[in-house]
């Protein structure tokens, strides 16, 4: 990934953000999901998963990042942000965004075992969804993760 090509407005910025926060995730043996959120071209939250650190399990980085953006914000609502993630969020994170109501989400790989859209599009309606960026980056790291603990 060579930063030195991408505009910092771009979702592929954005997503690499995120995806640092998937490393952080990694590292510390949590499932390697990060996640940004970006308010007037400016990260103003960011997190990764940490269900086993916080013995949560809505300790989802979506989550996390939700609930640090609405308190920078001092709203809950976040109409005017978009949250980049690394994988397709779950149905309890796509139910936060849609209460957040979020401008854009967007995502790096798809889940099709946990992910939102196998149960239909539980995202606001005037919430823009993107899917993609960085997909084989996010979905080799999962990959990865998953073999490590496989062995």
Not at 71 to 98: F, I, Q, R, W
Not at 117 to 144: F, W, Y
């Amino acid at each position: 990934m060579a930063t030195d090509f991408l505009s910092i407005h771009s979702d592929e910025y954005f997503m690499e953000q995120a995806y640092r926060q998937a490393q952080y995730a990694y590292e510390e043996g949590e499932i390697p999901i990060g996640a940004v959120v970006v308010a007037n071209k400016r990260i103003i939250a960011k997190a990764y998963n940490q269900t086993e650190k916080l013995n949560d399990v809505t300790a989802h980085a979506e989550m996390l990042a939700l609930t640090a953006a609405a308190e920078y914000l001092g709203n809950k609502y976040l109409h005017d942000c978009t949250l980049y993630v690394t994988v397709e969020p779950c149905v309890m994170c796509a139910g936060a965004s849609y209460w957040a109501q979020l401008k854009r989400v967007v995502f790096g790989t798809s889940e099709p075992k946990r992910g939102y859209r196998r149960v239909g599009n539980l995202l606001h309606p005037k919430t823009e969804m993107v899917s993609g960026i960085m997909a084989q980056e996010c979905a080799d790291l999962m990959a990865s993760f998953f073999a490590t603990k496989r062995n």
